[in-house]
RNA sequence: GCCGCCGUGGUGGAAUUGGUAGACACGUUGGACUUAAAAUCCAAUGGGCCUUAAAAGCCCGUGCCGGUUCGAUCCCGGCCGGCGGUACCA
């Protein structure tokens, strides 16, 4: 007995790898070209992994194997991110040091993985929490705050009493925590900031020179939001405040300055207290108190009623003197431009909208729209009008020059300049938490002071009691001994800084530790780093789209003007794997008196009962599915995994039943990689039957050993007996050859459908020489690597090991011969693609209306080709029906008569 | 609202980017093997028309409507639907 047991050979495999060091990537080897592919690292949840981890790790190692094959020098290492809340979290309820809880996390991802049969370089692990590693982000801060990229700042953060910390902005959605769902309230707090603002233009410009999915590109671009205007000086009326003030504005329509009728100031903006009058104080007092309030939530939740309070100042505008009444909005926000704008109503949506509930006037000053009717915004097409003074006149200007008028006006006369301004904001860098990197600073005398660089690492203090404090100051904070420490320049008191460093922070770099990751003397050793970057595929999840990937490109411009490195991105070529979805759902609905009702995508109530079809209870009508037999539609859709749905596939569970080969054939098969794909069990046991006949291809089930059509193929001294004919050539050719194409092309779907092509058609032949099946396991290995291995194993017994039995020699670095990993790629030859004969699809007007057989050798004779065509039977009769009034003839492929 | 991506059989998806739409796989149906099941193998499988039946043939068909072309899943214009991101950003 010997079927096909993957839970026999990939165990064994996976141990001779790791024994062998077979995938260790030598440090002394810098002669070859290299390939630097690499992984989102993961964070070890306990959890473990998921479906979705395995399907991009499966592209990458695809690659790695097939490059190693290729000749290359791979990088292909993986580590953990490790930092991080749950463990906190988990550390608070249980009272277990997060230290034990990532460590358990560590191993047993790292044994999922391992039991994937990843090509990992398992001697590059690295691990963020580890006092080596963060050793250098605690560097690499130090060497921001040299460059005045580092910070403090009393800023008003999301405090969220229930986690007790502070969250970044993105943590925050609507106005609750992304971990928990906790409600979030403003609250100003002593912060380090870090200024990737100051790094805004190349953030944004050098976009343009990567290879990544251009959403992610323009999601960054948005993300950095950069916008073109002019700031202006609005002085305020004489007399209408108690002292000389005026107003700065950002506009990105200084073109319209003339129909500017009234101003907005934040609640929140500095100047409002000193310019609102007397009657207006107890107003403005209850509004701006009610404002904040509110958090973001509310904020846009009032998006369509817009409301706001009168001032009692009033401005100057600068174009014609005119007194414009101020008032503060909510809708008007204190952290974008300058707090404060001119409203144009007659070109601004929001203005307008303002303007007709305040009675506010409106100007039309560009023309083509109706400002009575709505705010005409196109800043394209428009012609400026009513836009002129004694000096300047913007009139009958189309909107772009007039911007350009204006802002030199604006310029000459000191109460204006062209002025550039960004969404993206200095980044909030410390959390109040325990589970992070320490920051390398110290108090002395109520100063911050960077640590020297040889007191690093600043390790974490050892605590049992990880429970933030009521009042936000970190746990730390309640480690005294630690705390409290002396200045080394000075011997003075002083203590240490508290907070720690965000998540993000150990994902920003890690990629350079990979290169060199036992170096002492910086984060990446310089020899190794200009060898090595930048990568040259880093595939994850679109997920980290913005952040991750914008905070690391940071990281590395500024190690770049340091530097400490040399290319001036880090990942040229970027590809997001496609989320992996549960099983497809039919659901019906059940209204309160029992009767199903039709599923309507608009509005499904809660109210309405849910009910979990199986597939054989419904059935397509339309472009709908419907319970059987009635008019019924049914929900049918896919949803994205997740605990409380109860649609998460575990891989440790495919891996026991199909193993791990099937399980990595599948993620590949299921369809494109960037592609969002739901999960079929039946699609696993698909691939899993390719397996077998793999397997039978080659072993026999029944007495066990290599079948019969394969040993025949071989003499006893392993000499080949049989030559493989022509059509068992071609097949394997053309198989090499779009199995190569595809992977260059990421696209593994296709790969292994031609796999599958190659193994149905092979599985037919009585011989089946080992010359041909043994480049066939090489092109099938970087897929489903064990059972290749242990193919080629029992081939190679069966042929000897000294000549591999066929024309493609063995390359690698390691000469064991008990792998296949190091051996060559099969190169097709393309004189075995060639064809005896040519099918020509011939049409009559645009149909189809025969084939015809042409030998190779004719095959490019017009005439000759033709004529068969016109006396191919079908073809003839539509031939007949006309004349012929054009004929179109594209080299083996087609032929199209032309008949009226 | 804005930005980006995507609509192909019962299902996942192919189609050398303008040249035989539906490769490969799942599912389904029928058959073989088996005491039986599993496994395996063989055949059919987009919808419809014609025909006693088969072969052959014909029509329709890549979200919808239109255009360019000898020929369109592919290019252009206009809609509809889905997914993701983002949102008072001045």
Known sequence: MSEYKPADIEPKWQEYWLNN????????????????????????????????????YTATDILARYKRMNGYNVLHPIGWDAFGLPAEQYAIKTGTHPRDTTNQNIDGFRRQLQALGFSYDWDREVNTTDPAYYRWTQWIFLKLYEQGLAYEASVPVNWCPELGTVLANEEVIDGKSEVGGFPVERKPMRQWMLKITAYADRLLDDLNDLDWPESIKEMQRNWIG?????????????????????????????????????????????????????????????????????????RTDLNKDKTGVFTGAYAINPVNKEEIPVWIADYVM????????????????????????????????????DVTKEAYVDSEEGVCVNSANDEVSLNDLPVPKAKKVITKWLEEKDCGTHAVTYKLRDWLFSRQRYWGEPFPVIHVDGKPKPLPEDHLPITLPEMDDFQPTKTGEPPLAKAKDWVNTTDPDTGKPAVRETNTMPQWAGSCWYYLRYISPDYEQGPVDPEMEKYWMPVDLYVGGAEHAVLHLLYARFWHKVLYDIGAVSTKEPFYRLVNQGMILGELEFTAFKDAAGEYVTADRSGLSDELERIKLLEKDVEKRGDRFVIKGTDTVVDARSFKMSKSRGNVINPDDVVAQYGADALRLYEMFMGPLEQVKPWSMQGVEGVYRFLKRVWRLIMDEEFGGVNEAVAHSVNDDGSPAVQPDRAQLKLLHETIKKVTADIEGHRFNTAISALMIFTNEAMKWEVRPVSVLKPFLLILSPFAPHLAEELWAKLGA???????????????????????????????????????????????????????????????????????????????RHLEKGNVVKEIFVPNRVINFVVK
């Open 21 to 56: 060091k077979t995938f260790r990537t030598d440090h002394n080897d810098r002669e070859r070209p290299k390939f630097y592919v690499l992984d989102m690292f993961p964070y070890p949840s306990s959890a473990g992994l998921h479906v979705g981890h395995p399907e991009g």
């Open 226 to 298: 950069k916008s073109e205007g002019a700031n202006v000086i609005f002085p305020m009326k004489a007399g209408t405040s108690s002292v000389e003030e005026s107003i700065e504005v950002f506009t990105t329509r200084p073109d319209t300055l003339f129909g500017a009728t009234y101003m907005v100031l934040a609640p929140e903006h500095p100047l409002v207290n000193r310019i609102t009058t007397g009657e207006q104080k107890s107003a403005i007092a209850s509004y701006r108190n009610t404002a904040a309030k509110k958090s973001d939530l509310d």
């Open 334 to 369: 204190m952290s974008y431009g300058t707090g404060a704008i001119m409203a144009v109503p007659g070109h601004d949506e929001r203005d307008w909208e303002f303007a007709r509930k305040y009675d506010l006037p409106i100007i039309e000053v560009v023309k083509g729209g």
């Open 798 to 876: 069966l042929s000897g090991k000294q000549a591999n039995g066929t024309d493609f020699p063995s390359n690698g670095p390691t000469e064991d011969g008990g792998t296949l990993a190091h051996e060559a790629w099969p190169k097709y030859e393309e004189a075995l693609l060639r064809a005896d004969s040519k099918t020509y699809a011939v049409q009559v007007n645009g149909k189809v209306r025969g084939q015809i057989e042409i030998p190779a050798d004719r095959s490019s004779e017009k005439d000759f080709v033709l004529d068969a065509a016109r006396n191919e039977p079908g073809v003839r």
